[in-house]
């Protein structure tokens, strides 16, 4: 398996808007795929993925602001994070729900009061 590859990351006001990309390197028709993330006090943990194509948030405090979605034509899933929050800060991977590839390198999100 070849790590999938996350990008999009930066620095971010709180209230706004970022999106993130995760591309694979091959089909993800039918690949069911999670987004994680990770901070310094708390281990990788799920935020939201979309499973049989249908769009699952993981992390309540993200409910109502982050979404996925998903681009077969580009091999790539997004997740567009509305309404940003400080705690929304980490370093965010996604994966294979099934048969993980090993991790990528993962994209930073830093959001500033």
């Known amino acids: 398996q070849v790590p999938l590859v996350e990008s999009g990351g930066g620095s971010v006001q709180a209230g706004e808007s970022r999106t993130l990309s995760c591309v694979a390197s091959?089909?993800?028709?039918?690949?069911?795929i999670v987004w994680y993330r990770q901070t310094p006090t708390k281990q990788r943990e799920e935020v939201a993925s979309?499973?049989?194509?249908?769009?699952?948030i993981h992390e309540d405090s993200v409910k109502g602001r982050f979404t996925v979605r998903k681009d077969t034509a580009k091999n790539t899933v997004y997740l567009q994070m509305n309404r940003l929050k400080v705690e929304d800060t980490g370093v965010y991977y996604c994966?294979?729900?099934?048969?993980?590839?090993?991790w990528g390198q993962g994209t930073q999100v830093t959001v500033s009061s």
């Open positions: 091959g089909s993800i028709v039918h690949k069911d």
């Open positions: 994966n294979y729900l099934w048969d993980p590839a090993p």
């Open positions: 979309i499973r049989n194509g249908a769009i699952v």
